[in-house]
């Protein structure tokens, strides 16, 4: 199962038994802690040691930055040391960045900020003026800069145990919404796709209102409804009061004679006899869903009523039940 990477970024022998501390404190979690002095990075022979030490923090998850009063290593770039050219790689890989600020150094940095221009003066906390000018520029950071002072790794320890809590809240938190998301994409992709086919059928075909009639029909509310009253589990489709009547017939459904004597004028009826069940289905569609030629007419399913097709059953007469041939 694959594990959060843990990153640990530092100079080594002022704070060695915080980045030890550290080290099992992220085992104890489960998770993986990319340290160098441990053998966690795997060095090659064409590049200097620092460039592997960059490379490596591509594949982490989380970079730890502790800052103390040692500038360490000068980088071969950018003119920083090491470990503050690693935690510029993450900014750049965005990785998730915690910074830990020795408290004393911290608390001689606002020394620092009062005396910048005087290039005399001496610190009692840090061995190189470098390691202000980066606090400087962590603190000037627009996002992505989560300062927090330590004076023990217990501290750190802590911090990183409510943060990570934290995180995993969120987590879980944000699972119920990734449906939603999905479906808003889905949307999203759909309306997308409906604006373009409505520029392509006005501005691009001749034949553009023939078109959008098409669309419109093929999504026609008379289908679903045929369909869901007669409980067919397939896609019904017709497009004019004669493919409707041949469909019918062919489930057994016969079309009534509008001039039939007791025939409803305002609906064309057809009559299914199912002797098994002993009722006789009555099917009424309104005639006012097609037009003079017989072709179904447009409604959207905001113009559509419950009324335009209803099905109707009656028992059969004792009469109707002895007319059959067994």
């Not at 889905?186 to 373009?196: F, M």
């Not at 062919?250 to 409803?264: E, H, Q, S, T």
């Not at 559509?304 to 009656?314: H, K």
Request: hydrophobic share 35%.
């Amino acid at each position: 199962m694959a594990k959060p990477r843990i990153f640990i970024s530092s100079t080594f022998y002022d704070l060695r038994q915080v980045r030890s501390d550290l080290d099992r404190f992220i085992k104890e979690l489960g998770y993986e802690p990319v340290l160098n002095e441990l053998g966690n990075i795997a060095y090659g022979k064409d590049e200097k040691l620092e460039e592997y030490c960059y490379k490596e923090i591509s594949n982490v998850d989380i970079l730890v930055s502790i800052v103390g009063g040692r500038y360490g290593s000068e980088s071969q770039h950018q003119n920083v040391s090491i470990s503050q050219m690693e935690f510029k790689t993450a900014l750049e890989l965005n990785k998730q960045v915690y910074i830990f600020i020795d408290k004393n150094v911290n608390a001689e940095y606002q020394t620092y900020l009062l005396n910048k221009k005087n290039k005399e003066i001496k610190y009692r906390f840090a061995d190189n003026i470098k390691i202000y000018e980066f606090i400087e520029f962590l603190e000037n950071l627009p996002n992505n800069n989560n300062i927090h002072s330590f004076e023990s790794s217990l501290d750190i320890v802590q911090y990183l145990k409510e943060q990570w809590a934290g995180l995993f809240q969120r987590f879980l938190a944000e699972q119920p919404r990734i449906k939603e998301i999905s479906l808003l994409k889905g949307i999203e992709g759909t309306a997308k796709t409906l604006n373009q086919l409505v520029s392509f059928l006005t501005e691009e075909r001749k034949d553009r209102d023939s078109a959008i009639q098409d669309i419109l029909l093929s999504n026609h509310p008379a289908m679903e409804e045929v369909r869901s009253k007669l409980n067919v589990n397939y896609r019904v489709y017709f497009i004019s009061k004669d493919e409707l009547t041949e469909w019918l017939s062919a489930r057994g459904y016969k079309y009534v004679d509008p001039d039939f004597l007791f025939n409803d004028d305002d609906y064309y009826e057809y009559i299914h006899t199912d002797y098994r069940l002993k009722k006789k289905f009555i099917l009424k569609v309104k005639k006012d869903i097609f037009n003079d030629d017989g072709k179904l007419k447009v409604f959207t399913k905001i113009d559509w009523r419950d009324n335009f097709i209803i099905l109707s059953s009656q028992d059969l007469e004792q009469s109707q039940e002895d007319d059959l041939p067994f």
